[in-house]
T-cell receptor, first 112, second 116 residues
């Protein structure tokens, strides 16, 4: 069975500081990994995804994530936080035809 | 291009009443998903359609929940009767249906249900 663990339900950073949101996965087969962002009262929007090509994946809004098989991790980073980055972030995993399994989410707050 | 459309956006009902949610996926998307998102949690799959066929409904509580996608386009999710614990956000998503697990799912804004 697949699972996702997001460390930290709430992360707070200063504007301009590094953003690091952690995601560890469990999968018995090579996974596909996704990061989604959810703004208040909106649906989820794809930030980036890993589908077994390059291990460093660049997404929208300056975010990127690195797939590390040895650490079973897919952490999300952004060099400089902006106020508009404040939202809920979800990591998700699936493989083949299995359902997409989401983590519990990390709420990012950006302090001016 | 229009995204995934859901209605209503908000619904308040009393327990034991029926409720229905509607979803219109992105044009050309063969796969449609209904998710349940409880407060402070990630979405959980309720049912997945490939065209008009429900190919994964293992997590759908069939005693009170039902869904249909009769013409392989829009879909309706129904709860009858609703219980207090059904208060949550119901998300619809769609994808092309051509690339399996690597596909991007596009989400609608969700329907926020409150059962009193």
């Amino acid at each position: 069975a697949q699972s996702v663990t997001q460390l930290g339900s709430h992360v707070s950073v200063s504007e301009g500081a590094l953003v690091l949101l952690r995601c560890n996965y469990s999968s018995s087969v090579p996974p596909y990994l996704f990061w989604y962002v959810q703004y208040p009262n909106q649906g989820l929007q794809l930030l980036l995804k890993y589908t077994s090509a390059a291990t460093l994946v660049k997404g929208i809004n300056g975010f990127e994530a690195e797939f590390k098989k040895s650490e079973t991790s897919f952490h999300l980073t952004k060099p400089s936080a902006h106020m508009s980055d404040a939202a809920e972030y979800f990591c998700a995993v699936n493989s083949g035809n299995t359902p997409l399994v989401f983590g519990k989410g990390t709420r990012l707050s950006v302090i001016a | 291009e229009a995204g995934v459309v859901q209605s209503p956006r908000y619904k308040i009902i009393e327990k034991k009443q029926p409720v229905a949610f509607w979803c219109n996926p992105i044009s050309g998307h063969n796969t449609l998903y209904w998710y349940l998102q409880n407060l402070g949690q990630g979405p959980e799959l309720l049912i997945r359609y490939e065209n008009e066929e429900a190919v994964d409904d293992s997590q759908l509580p069939k005693d009170r929940f039902s869904a249909e996608r009769l013409k392989g386009v829009d879909s309706t999710l129904k709860i009858q009767p609703a219980e207090l614990g059904d208060s949550a956000v119901y998300l619809c998503a769609s994808s092309l249906g051509l690339a399996g697990g690597r596909e991007t799912q596009y989400f609608g804004p969700g329907t926020r249900l409150l059962v009193l």
